[in-house]
């Protein structure tokens, strides 16, 4: 039995999610994302979609935040 990384919860049935080759542990969607999905830059919430991302790394929820912060060439992917 693993126990998951965020809320230590012992479980028979965790997920394993290797990232950069290390096994991380979790026994629900909820708790993985919340220890591995990014952050926007500019409203800080998790982004579990596409999101969108500037040439130099800078990862947004949407567009409209990366407008927001002055990324006017980005746009939502449809």
Known sequence: ?????????????????????????????????HALAPRCAHCDCRIIGHGVETAGGVIYCCAHCAHHEGAMALQDRA
Request: charged share 25%.
């Open 1 to 33: 039995m693993n126990m998951c990384e965020v809320c230590g919860n012992e479980y028979d049935k965790t997920l394993e999610i290797v990232v950069d080759g290390i096994s991380h542990y979790f026994d629900s969607f909820e708790c993985a994302i």
